[in-house]
């Protein structure tokens, strides 16, 4: 579920990141470098600071996320000690 959730914040940070970028592509071509050179600067700051910055609102899902991952236990963890052993002894020993 927190797949999704980036998802949709990272197409809502897209939205004002690819205009930007987009006018600085424009500015470039003109001939215009320091303007063009801020725009595309400013986008991609805007993508890279969503993606690593931690916001208020997203301290829940990171609480949510730990805990999460400290209950649920991997099944390949288990070491042989926790498992039933069954002591199957030959026919001939049997007798």
């Known amino acids: 579920m927190a797949g999704i959730i980036d998802t949709i914040k990272l197409a809502g940070t897209l939205v004002f990141a690819l205009p930007a970028a987009m006018a600085g592509i424009q500015f470039l071509i003109d001939g215009n470098t320091l303007v063009g050179a801020t725009l595309l600067t400013l ?9 690593w910055l931690t916001m208020p609102s997203d301290i829940p899902e990171l609480a949510v996320k730990r805990v999460v991952g400290s209950i649920a236990s ?3 963890a288990e070491s042989d000690d926790d498992r039933d052993v069954v002591d199957v ?5 049997r007798r």
């Open 43 to 51: 986008a991609v700051l805007l993508v890279v600071v969503q993606h």
């Open 74 to 76: 991997d099944p390949e």
């Open 89 to 93: 002894t030959p026919e001939d020993e």
